[in-house]
């Protein structure tokens, strides 16, 4: 009897175990969008095709960063902008550390600490896990253009292609690679900032299936599904600037250097080009005032305007990528240094 007894018990505490064994731990590499689809939130509509002929994550990888697809048979299409590729204007890794917020402060700190690129376009990683591209003011700049890609990001791709690149449009299934790519930089645990309790949260809803709904809505709350895009104007008196702000050249510098050298250092991206010489400086600083396109207030404001495929041209940055501050530290680095 009592053998049969520690026999059960035996065998109730190993089942104890597997199940113990069974249950998840998170470790922070899980899929943000995986966990979300687990708990119940709905499928997302920015997975790739992956049965279409040709399509691979490695082909949107090559596209992404060189601009050229790799075909299966081995043959390279045509480029798919003479000017720039995706990585001219987004970058590929994490932005920011708190991605439930905007503050292009935090951005440019973060990217200078990872010695990446401070851009207009958004970071491509964590791309797919929005639900609205091109928000707010973007439809002053692409007017029409911008409903089908508002809530598409095939179409976001697409626009970008053609309108942001200045390139040919692509084809399904390099818009399908291109995707394929993009959910190998999709946003993961550790990409966002938990509390402990969160994390007890989030394991208990996947364990035991309680509390989904608050789970779902945690996960939601540590990042952005849209990105805010909202257009402003220079100073009104561009040779002035704007005197109650106390501007710190030594931030200006760093928007210099990551910013515009991204483009104009090497003339990588443009025929302009920027350098560290005092002459250059005198230059931009004269410019400056002006009421024109070589105005450095102009071109971080308005842009330059893109010609549908004839041209480089310079995106503008809306106030959630350079802030007024960030504008007026550009401004006072270029007028030290041209001293
Ligand atoms: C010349 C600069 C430039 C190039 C090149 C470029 N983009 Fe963009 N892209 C932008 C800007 C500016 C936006 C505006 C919205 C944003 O990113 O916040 C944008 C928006 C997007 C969006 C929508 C993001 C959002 O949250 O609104 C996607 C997706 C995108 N681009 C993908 C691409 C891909 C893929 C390529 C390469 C084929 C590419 N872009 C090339 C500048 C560029
Ligand atoms: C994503 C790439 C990119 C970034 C980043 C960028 N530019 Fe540009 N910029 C361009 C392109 C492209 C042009 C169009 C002229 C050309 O084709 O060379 C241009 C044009 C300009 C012009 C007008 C030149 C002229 O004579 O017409 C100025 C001035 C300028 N940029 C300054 C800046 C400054 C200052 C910054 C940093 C805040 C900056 N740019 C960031 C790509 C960029």
Redesign the pocket.
Known sequence: MIKYIIILGLGFSLYLMSFKNNSVKLTGEESVQSLLEELGAPRSANYPDLNMVGVSAEIGEFIIKTGVSQKLNGGKTLRQSK?FVCT??HNIEQESAYLNVVDPQETLEYTNEKGLPF??GSALHGIVNRTSFYNDDYEKKYGDLVFKARNNIREAIQLCAVECSQGRSLKDWEVESILAYLWTIDLTLDNLVFEPMEIDVLEEALNEGKDKEKAISILKSKYLETSPAHFVDPPANRKMGIDSIVANPDNGKM??EN??F???KNND????R?DDETLSFRQ?KR?MGRYD????YQ??RYG?SPLAGK?????HYPIEKMSIQQMED?RSYIYQQAE
């Open positions: 000017h001219s204007c851009l207009q928007i210099y910013s515009c991204h483009c104009h991206y443009s025929f302009y920027l931009l410019q396109v070589r105005s450095v071109v971080v330059t041209k480089a041209y310079m995106p550009l």
